[in-house]
C-alpha cells in the first residue's frame, strides 16, 4: 500500500494522504489529473472494482469535494480518490468508459447536486426526482424543513401540538400553566 | 446451414435493425415493438421499482430501470441529525436487511471515534447479522421458484421467517427494525432459553431445506427454465461493480466477511460456496447453500457467545458526541453482497455526509439493463429476483 501511494504521489502530485486504516488510505488529486490517476490505478495497480462515486458539499470554501472509492480485490485495500472541484461551475470529467456503473453514479451527482459531467450517457434523464424544479436537493443551502412547510402545506383538521404541553394538557386539565 | 424442424427459432438477422453503434433502431410508430411497463406496483417485482421494457414479439430489445417511487432522502436528512438520532433513519434504506444498516453506522461511528466494542457485543452482533442474513434467504431461495409460478416453497418459506422474527423480537423488542446495534455495542445479552428455542427453530429450516431440493432444485421445468438463462459473463464482474452471490455464481470467491474480516467472522469455520455456469439456477444454487452454510453459522455463533459480560463500550453522551474530523467507508456483506457507509465528519455533531453503498445500485440498474436484452418476456421477473434486488438502497 505504502509503495503505491509514494509513486502515486510522484506521478500524479496527490496531496493530503491520510491513512483511515491499514487497508484504507485517502488522497486528493488535482481535477485535471484525477481521470488519469483512476484509470493509471485501475490499469496497472489492480483497483479493479469501483465502490462508489459520491460527493460532499464544502458550502463554506466553494468546493464540492467528489469521492472516487477504489477497491483492490487482491490486495484487498483500498484508495479514496479525493477531487475537489469549484462549487459555482461544478464540472467534472467523465469516467463512464472505466466502469458500466459509473454513468448511474454520474446521473444521480447531476440530479443531486448539480455536477455536470459532459459527455456522461443518459445524464440529462431524471434517475429519481420526477419534475424538479428547485435547486439540486442534496446541495447544503438546500432547506428540506422550509421546502416542506412550503410545498406541502398543513391540511385540514391536523394540528401539531408540542409533546410536553399537550400530555399535560390531557393528564392534567385542571391544573393552571 | 441445417434448419432444425424441432425448437423454432425466430429469424432475427434482419428485424429488429441496429444502428452503428450496435443499439436497435426503435420506432413506436411502426407498430413493431411494444412498449411495456414492468411495475412499479406489478406483484412480481420485488419493491418499488418499474422497469420500461420496449419488446419485439415477445423478446426484450430495450430495457431502462425507473427508480424514485421510494425516495425519502435519507442521506440528507442525516445531515441535520445527531450521530444517534441518524440510526431509525439509516436502518430504513434497506428494508428487509435492516441490521446491515446499523452494523456499518455504528461501525463507521466507533471508527471516527475511536471505540473499541467489548466482546460480548461482538459477538450478539455476528448473531444479528446472521440471523438478519437467515430471515431474508427463507424469502429468496424458495421466492426464485416463486417468480416461475411455484409458490408452494415460497409460502413455507414465509412461516418459517415469521418463526426467525419471533426470535428477533425475543432478543430486540422489534420485527423488522431492531435498533438492536448502537454505537459501542448492542443493546442487551441473549434472552433465558434463546439458545434452545432457536435451535429447534434451525432444526425445522433444516427439513425445509431438503423439501425445498425436492420441490424446486430437482424440479424439471424449474432447471429448464432457469438453466442458462440470465448468463453474467465473468469478465463483467469488475467492469459492472458485481458482488456477493452474483459475483460467487459466477465464479469469484469474494466474501467480505472473509476478504476483510470484521466482528467475529474470522473465529468462524466457513467457507463460502462458489458456482461456476452463473446463471439464474447457480445464482439459485448459491443462495440455497448460503442458507445452509448460516444456519451452521448461528450454531458456532450460539456455541461460544458470551452468557454475561460487558456489552456496551463506555462511549461520550450521545446527544453532545462530537465526532473528530475525517472520513471512513466501512462494509459488510449483506444477503446482496459488498454493504457500505460511507461518512464524512466535519467535526460537529451532526454527520457531514452519509453516502450508502448498497449492492442493488449496480445490479439494478446497470447490469439488469444489460442482461434483460434479448430475454424472453416470461423471463425479466426470473431474472430481476436472481439478481435479489432492493430499490430502496438505490434511491435511499
Not at chain 1, 61 to 80: A, R
Not at chain 1, 88 to 94: I, L, Q
Request: proline share 5%; hydrophobic share 35%; charged share 25%.
Amino acid at each position: 500500500m505504502k509503495e503505491i501511494i509514494q509513486d502515486i504521489k510522484k506521478r500524479f502530485n496527490c496531496t493530503d494522504e491520510i491513512e483511515q486504516s491499514k487497508t484504507q488510505t485517502y488522497i486528493t488529486v488535482k481535477k485535471e489529473l484525477a481521470i488519469a490517476l483512476i484509470t493509471h490505478l485501475r490499469d496497472i495497480e489492480g483497483f479493479t472494482h469501483l465502490v462508489l462515486l459520491t460527493a460532499v458539499d464544502w458550502i463554506e470554501n466553494n468546493q464540492f469535494q467528489l469521492t472516487y472509492m477504489l477497491n483492490n480485490p487482491t490486495k484487498k485495500i483500498d484508495i479514496g480518490v479525493r477531487v475537489f472541484i469549484n462549487r459555482e461551475t461544478a464540472t467534472m470529467d467523465s469516467a463512464h468508459h472505466l466502469w458500466e456503473q459509473m454513468a448511474t453514479y454520474q446521473r444521480e451527482l447531476k440530479e443531486m447536486f448539480g455536477i455536470d459531467f459532459p459527455g456522461s450517457p443518459r445524464l440529462n434523464e431524471p434517475f429519481i426526482l420526477e419534475g424538479w424544479d428547485n435547486i439540486p436537493p442534496y446541495r447544503r443551502d438546500f432547506d428540506t424543513l422550509k421546502y416542506a412547510q412550503e410545498t406541502f402545506f398543513p391540511r385540514e383538521g391536523r394540528e401539531t401540538n408540542d409533546p410536553a404541553e399537550f400530555m399535560k394538557k390531557k393528564m392534567y386539565p385542571d391544573e393552571e400553566k | 446451414m441445417k434448419k432444425n424442424n424441432k425448437i423454432w427459432q425466430g429469424d432475427r438477422s434482419k428485424y429488429p435493425a441496429f444502428d452503428e453503434y450496435g443499439n436497435p433502431i426503435i420506432d413506436l410508430k411502426s407498430h413493431k415493438f411494444t412498449k411495456l411497463w414492468h411495475g412499479p406496483n406489478h406483484p412480481g417485482v420485488t419493491g418499488n421499482m418499474s422497469l420500461e421494457l420496449t419488446l419485439s414479439g415477445d423478446e426484450v430489445v430495450e430495457a431502462k430501470t425507473h427508480v424514485g417511487y421510494l425516495h425519502r432522502g435519507f442521506e440528507k436528512l442525516m445531515e441535520r441529525r445527531l450521530y444517534i438520532q441518524c440510526f431509525p433513519t439509516c436502518i430504513r434504506m434497506c428494508v428487509p436487511e435492516a441490521d446491515s444498516n446499523e452494523y456499518v453506522l455504528a461501525a463507521s461511528i466507533e471508527e471516527l471515534g475511536g471505540i473499541e466494542i467489548p466482546e460480548a457485543a461482538s459477538w450478539l452482533r455476528t448473531l444479528v447479522l446472521e440471523m438478519a442474513r437467515l430471515q431474508i434467504l427463507l424469502r429468496t431461495v424458495p421466492g426464485q421458484a416463486a417468480t416461475l409460478s411455484l409458490g408452494m416453497g415460497a409460502q413455507w418459506g414465509m412461516y418459517l421467517r415469521d418463526l426467525i422474527l419471533d426470535r428477533f423480537e425475543e432478543l430486540t423488542g422489534g420485527r423488522i427494525y431492531h435498533m438492536f446495534i448502537i454505537p459501542g455495542g448492542v443493546r442487551g445479552l441473549l434472552p433465558a432459553g434463546f439458545k434452545k428455542r432457536m435451535e429447534e427453530n434451525l432444526v425445522e429450516i433444516e427439513e425445509f431445506i431438503d423439501k425445498i431440493e425436492d420441490l424446486i432444485f430437482t424440479n424439471a421445468i424449474f432447471k429448464k427454465r432457469t438453466i442458462g438463462i440470465g448468463y453474467i459473463d465473468p469478465s463483467w464482474v469488475d467492469k459492472y461493480g458485481i458482488v456477493g452471490p452474483n459475483a460467487r455464481a459466477a465464479g469469484y470467491n469474494r466474501d467480505v466477511r472473509k476478504d476483510y474480516p470484521y466482528l467475529k467472522y474470522n473465529e468462524l469455520d466457513f467457507e463460502p460456496y462458489v458456482g461456476k455456469d452463473s446463471d439464474v439456477f447457480t445464482r439459485s444454487q448459491v443462495r440455497k447453500h448460503e442458507l445452509i452454510q448460516t444456519v451452521d453459522l448461528i450454531r458456532q455463533i450460539l456455541a461460544q457467545v458470551p452468557e454475561k459480560g460487558d456489552i456496551r463500550a463506555k462511549t461520550p453522551n450521545v446527544l453532545h458526541w462530537e465526532l473528530p474530523k475525517g472520513e471512513t467507508y466501512q462494509r459488510s456483506e449483506s444477503s446482496r453482497g459488498e454493504y457500505g457507509l460511507y461518512v464524512v465528519s466535519d467535526g460537529s455533531k451532526y454527520p457531514r455526509r452519509v453516502n450508502l453503498r448498497g449492492p442493488s445500485y449496480t445490479h439494478a440498474v446497470a447490469l439488469l439493463e444489460k442482461l434483460l436484452i434479448n430475454a424472453n418476456i416470461a423471463d425479466v421477473h426470473s431474472i430481476m429476483v436472481s439478481l435479489q434486488t432492493c430499490p430502496p438502497e438505490i434511491e435511499r
